[in-house]
């Protein structure tokens, strides 16, 4: 079966730090960033805010549906799903 819970190696918060593991089955996220000495908590939202969009255009394309992303003045991101047949 494999372990189910994995190194974050590959993905980094700037600076190099690393988030410590992913729970594989549910893609869950375990961290310690020690009272942010490992930098800014902000980073670790940027992260999740882009793996989040990532995942829906994934799910989306894969359903066949086309997939538009805007990043707005404040810092969110905008992901429009175009379903056929749904007005």
Same mark, same amino acid.
Request: net charge negative; hydrophobic share 35%.
């Given at each position: 079966? #494999?372990?189910? $819970? +994995?190194?974050?190696? *590959? !993905?980094?918060?700037?600076?190099?730090?690393?988030? *410590?593991?992913?729970? $594989?089955?549910? @893609?869950?996220? @375990? !961290?310690?960033? !020690?009272? #942010?000495?490992?930098?800014?908590?902000?980073? /670790? *939202?940027?992260?999740? +805010?882009?793996?989040?969009?990532?995942?829906? &255009?994934?799910?989306?394309? &894969?359903?066949?549906?086309? $997939?538009?992303? +805007?990043? /707005?003045? *404040? #810092?969110?991101?905008?992901?429009?799903? +175009?379903?056929?047949? $749904?007005?």
């Amino acid at each position: 079966m #494999g372990n189910i $819970v +994995q190194p974050l190696s *590959d !993905y980094c918060m700037p600076q190099g730090r690393n988030f *410590d593991v992913c729970d $594989v089955r549910t @893609a869950a996220i @375990a !961290y310690d960033n !020690y009272e #942010g000495r490992w930098g800014d908590p902000k980073q /670790l *939202d940027r992260f999740l +805010q882009g793996y989040a969009v990532e995942k829906a &255009k994934l799910e989306a394309r &894969k359903k066949g549906h086309s $997939v538009t992303e +805007q990043t /707005l003045e *404040d #810092g969110s991101v905008k992901v429009t799903i +175009q379903v056929e047949g $749904v007005a």
